[in-house]
């Protein structure tokens, strides 16, 4: 079962081949045996120029690679922004955001939007932003709809302010938009290692909720790195959720602890027939 789900494997570009430029990752990726990868939103604002745009599809299409899941603008994320969905006074800056990401999608076959949350505001009480973000995510779920995307929720780890740190705070906002919109797919983005850092029981999420699980992501922990690195029993995991039915795509969202073809070992082992021919020329 574990070596069928490795292969929907998909690399997350902003974090995997940072040995090259982000506009060689898709074809560094490719070339490493990818048949599909993932990203964060990789421009500066939510609405970025046309030519930023064209330049991204561009690279994904001429790489040959499919881009399946793209976050949504989520703000100045390193400087500990982590999403604006829940913050009522960005609200068209979000829904900006979400129209350029569902134009992108349509253009390169995206089937999963991450819509991170956003921090807890000060000075605004915690009903108030619950209720914008369940009005602005049953609007991009609507939205993403339009192509047949799922819009994803997810819970974060190493920021504090960030509200939905386990998979029954994510689960409660994504049921309250179910609430307010009856077109689209609203779900689960499981992130193994996420979950497992703020204190889940992974196992347990997993039987109980895998039916609303849309997309997984995973890392080892401590330290982020790749499957081998930490101590998350990450293949039994992996089974455990072909146990239970999911059979979409793994996201590999981890920061290699290395140079990214050698820390890919741990997958061939597991398909052996993966990149097995990978050549990637590592310049900026």
């Given at each position: ?35 599909a ?36 603008y ?109 077109t ?11 979950l ?28 982020r790195h ?11 995991l ?20 290395g ?8 997958l ?17």
């Open positions: 079962m574990v070596s069928a789900l490795w292969s929907t494997a998909q690399a997350n570009i902003s974090l995997l081949f940072s040995e090259v430029a982000f506009e060689r990752r898709p074809a560094a990726a490719a070339a490493a045996g990818f048949e990868i993932e990203c964060w939103w990789p421009f500066a604002t939510a609405t970025p120029p046309s030519s930023e745009v064209d330049a991204f599809v561009a690279s994904v299409t001429d790489a040959g690679v499919q881009l399946r899941g793209l976050n949504f989520a703000g100045h994320m390193a400087g500990g922004e982590r999403g604006i969905a829940s913050h009522r006074l960005r609200r068209g800056e979000f829904d900006d955001g979400v129209a350029a990401a569902v134009d992108i999608g349509a253009r390169l076959g995206v089937t999963g939007f991450n819509a991170l949350y956003g921090n807890c505001l000060p000075g605004v009480s915690a009903t108030d932003q619950h209720d914008a973000g369940l009005q602005a995510l049953a609007a991009a779920t609507e939205h993403a709809d339009s192509i047949g995307a799922t819009v994803l929720v997810e819970p974060v780890s190493g920021i504090e302010a960030y509200p939905l740190k386990l998979a029954a705070d994510a689960l409660t906002v994504i049921r309250g938009v179910r609430e307010q919109t009856t689209g797919r609203i779900a689960l983005l499981a992130d193994l290692y996420h497992t850092v703020n204190g889940d029981d992974v196992a347990r999420v997993i039987a109980q909720c895998a039916d609303e699980i849309g997309h997984v992501q995973l890392a080892d922990a401590p330290g790749e499957p081998g690195t930490g101590g998350i029993p990450i293949a039994e992996v089974d455990l959720l072909g146990e239970h039915g999911y059979t979409g795509r793994i996201g590999l969202e981890y920061v290699p602890s140079e990214t073809l050698a820390g890919l070992s741990w061939r082992q597991l398909v052996p027939a993966f990149g097995t021919e990978a050549q990637i020329e590592v310049t900026q």
